[in-house]
């Protein structure tokens, strides 16, 4: 990791537009580290946005003239093509050719968020990522890249003829598979709800709302709403007990997924978790539980047993991401 990207042809606009929020920023070859250098990045609410268009509008409105580029390169939340896609938790289908007419801007492409992320994972460096789980990465084998935000992301990078290659993936809708009777419990308590239970509908922003709310009923037989970032600042404030545990319960379905995932791929190269929930919980990780979760899966235990984990700490790498993957 931390090797020097090809330089970028001309600046571009990229973007990494969640459910939630879009954060956009301005790309182009620094050339002092050689790597990529981000400016004028600006964070907005999608809610606040009728669509992709007028938000990307809204940004391009802060670039001077002579700093407004004629390319931009999109990570959306979602399932992507080239020209068009649509962001999972959002009402907006999403096409190059009117997002183009729209903002005038000369040619307008997109990307998987979490594809993104996996783009920019060989260039992070040690200081742009922390260590969950110990281990030995293999050379020439697949990283899984996994992690949970507004929805639940994974992709794969894929080592081929001496580079990368990602392969994007909706792995995050995969069935959860509960480990215990008290998570089959939690399977039940969503089911009336959800005819498909999702790794997703526990493994984001929404799934600690709905862990806390399955943790209250239990606890005092009536459901207690609390938002993701209220149980989040609970949790930290050790304020509410039951925020505690539902930050626990989480993180223990991570790590089970985190194994799962690793298996599906074949990742004896490493796992690395992204997404914009995690580092705000890092200090909640006990690394010996997560390790042993991680990697308890019966006959295949030893297969995960060397494989290291990894949490990318920085917010900017599915920007950098966008940049290096871009067609420009």
Known sequence: ?????????????????????????????????GGIRLD????????????LA???????????????????HLALAGPVRATGGRITNLDWTIDAE????????????FLNDFAALAHAVPWLGDSESMVIREGRSEKGAPISVVGPGTGFGVAILMPTNGNWTVVPTEGGHIGFSPSDDREQALVSFLQPDAVHVSVELLMSGRGLTRIYRFLSREATGSV?????????????????PLAVETVHMFLDILARTAGDMALAHGARG?????GGILPKLAHFIDRDRFAKLFSEKGPVTDYLTPIPVRLITTDAAALIGAALASPA
């Open 270 to 274: 490493g796992v690395m978790i992204g």
């Open 1 to 33: 990791m931390g090797m020097k990207p090809a330089p970028l042809n001309r600046p571009l606009v990229v973007a990494d537009i969640g459910g939630t929020n879009g954060r956009f920023a301005l790309a182009s070859t620094d050339t002092h580290t």
């Open 98 to 109: 009117s997002v183009e007419r729209d903002t005038g801007l000369g040619t307008v492409s």
């Open 40 to 51: 004028g990045i600006q964070r907005y609410a999608c809610r606040e946005f009728p669509s």
């Open 224 to 240: 207690v709403e609390l938002s993701a970032a209220d149980i989040s600042a609970a949790a930290e404030a050790g304020t509410d």
């Open 54 to 72: 007028v938000m990307l509008g809204a940004y391009l409105e802060t670039l001077g003239q002579d700093d407004r580029p004629s390319e931009a």
